[in-house]
């Protein structure tokens, strides 16, 4: 018979095994989301105050969790972010995030930059671990810490957001990909140009408004392949109908509706 102390043991060792090699993604509000593999921890537009207050947004406890690098918060790698909208995106939290997390680095559009320079007076104390990139065409390319992040500008949907930076990120570790389409426009032409479709994708993380119509999901299923695809950025109180036409058009996808809800890929 095993003694308490061997029993605790046992019980401890199996949560930390199961903590190091957690495989999946949690939602944090909006497009916010915490990728976990292999030890490893992105997470994507998780620092923000949505100021139109349409959007589920960390609440404070959550928030400052996330800052200070508490569980299961700790030990993050890479903060990235899409774009400088504010219900994605805050200069001053994310700066104070990288201020306590030494070891964390980010790669942010030159908007959000000049942002966080802006309206954090302790910018340059981090500046040095933000990788920013032109905005022009094509994949660009950066390892940290063993995680191959490929960033690529592509047009904000919506004909007033055409001169926002908006880039999506295809999060490969060890032998899985997890694509963020961030606030991307319905064209086939992104998609086509950056040849998802032959990434072998593991899960797509696309806005809602892919899965409502035949046009976004043709997107998703033909020019992007995913195994499996979720939805985000769904308003808060929105209309089951919503619910109802992604079913409908997309019957396998999952939608992100509650802060905190976890899929594995």
Known sequence: MLS??????????????????????????????????QG???IVDAL??????????????????IVM????????????????????????????????NKSAKMIATPQAVDSMKLKSQFYD????????????????????????????????????????????????IGNKKVLHVADTQMDVRYFDDLRLVYEEVDLAIVPFWFLTNLFGTEIVEKHIGAKKVVGMHLPMGHDEKTEDKVHEAFPSAILFTDPGQEITF
């Open 4 to 37: 308490i102390k061997s029993s605790l043991f046992i019980v401890l060792l199996t949560v930390t095994i199961g903590y190091a090699h957690a495989q999946k993604v949690t939602y944090l509000g909006n497009e916010g989301i915490l990728v976990e593999y």
């Open 125 to 172: 104390e981090v500046s040095d671990r933000i990788a920013t990139y032109p905005w022009t065409k094509g994949w660009k390319t950066t390892m940290i810490d063993d995680i191959t992040i490929a960033s690529a500008y592509t047009r904000h949907a919506g004909r007033a957001y055409g001169k926002v930076q908006n880039q999506i990120f295809l999060i490969t």
């Open 48 to 65: 923000f105050d949505d100021p139109t207050g349409k959007f589920h947004t960390p609440d404070y406890d959550l928030m400052e969790k």
């Open 69 to 100: 690098g508490k569980a299961p918060y700790d030990k993050i790698n890479a903060n990235l972010i899409t774009h400088a909208h504010g219900d994605h995106f805050d200069a001053v939290n994310n700066v104070s995030f990288l201020r306590e």
């Open 40 to 42: 490893k921890k992105v």
